[in-house]
């Protein structure tokens, strides 16, 4: 005895079923973790990040300054200060979602999700620094940070340097400009393209 399906209510009482979203919706936020995990692991072992976060006594090992002091004194961090915390914990905190529908075809069960990515203008804002005048985080990604010409940095503590070991003086020392580096909005490109290829 044969047995006649009826195609079309099936997939919509699969299409409706609650278990088979959750199923969907573990797996998905499962992978969506893995790759904000990875997302945090590009971002902690990135140059620019190492350097600042070792303070104003670091070498320039992100070579955003041909070598010379580094992005801490030249930013002008207060000396005490931890800038890439506000950054990390940012792109550390809980990405929201929602299903937004789901259906049933020949290809299979799909589930449609809206994810609320971190957003580089959100960071801009975050890492805006008014002695500079914009934020550092983008200027440092674009080489646009005026006074790398008037830079002056020492190993030993200045007097009147917001971050103990730079200043900006009058006289030029060079002609040359920060240079532009890949960072935190790369990252957040990538990590946008990979959500897109969650199955």
Do not use: C
């Amino acid at each position: 005895m044969g047995v006649k399906l009826n195609l079309k209510k099936l997939r919509k009482e699969i299409s409706e079923s609650k278990a088979a979203r959750d199923a969907v919706e573990k797996a998905f936020k499962k992978q969506l973790e893995n790759r904000q995990d990875k997302l945090l692991t590009e971002f902690n072992e990135h140059p620019v990040t190492q350097e600042i976060e070792l303070g104003n006594g670091s070498p320039n090992i992100s070579r955003t300054l041909g070598g010379y002091g580094n992005l801490f004194t030249f930013l002008g961090f207060e000396e005490d200060s931890d800038p890439i915390k506000i950054v990390r914990d940012y792109l550390a905190q809980e990405i929201k979602y929602r299903i937004t529908k789901s259906s049933v075809d020949s290809r299979g069960f799909r589930v449609y999700f809206k994810v609320e990515i971190p957003g580089i203008k959100d960071l801009t804002t975050l890492t805006y620094l008014s002695h500079l005048g914009r934020s550092w985080l983008t200027g440092v990604e674009q080489g646009k940070v005026d006074g790398f010409q008037y830079y002056l940095n020492r190993w030993r503590k200045m007097r009147g340097s917001r971050s103990g070991k730079g200043v900006q003086i009058d006289n030029k020392l060079r002609n040359s400009n920060v240079k532009p580096v890949a960072y935190v909005n790369n990252m957040l490109k990538k990590f946008r393209a990979s959500l897109e290829r969650i199955k």
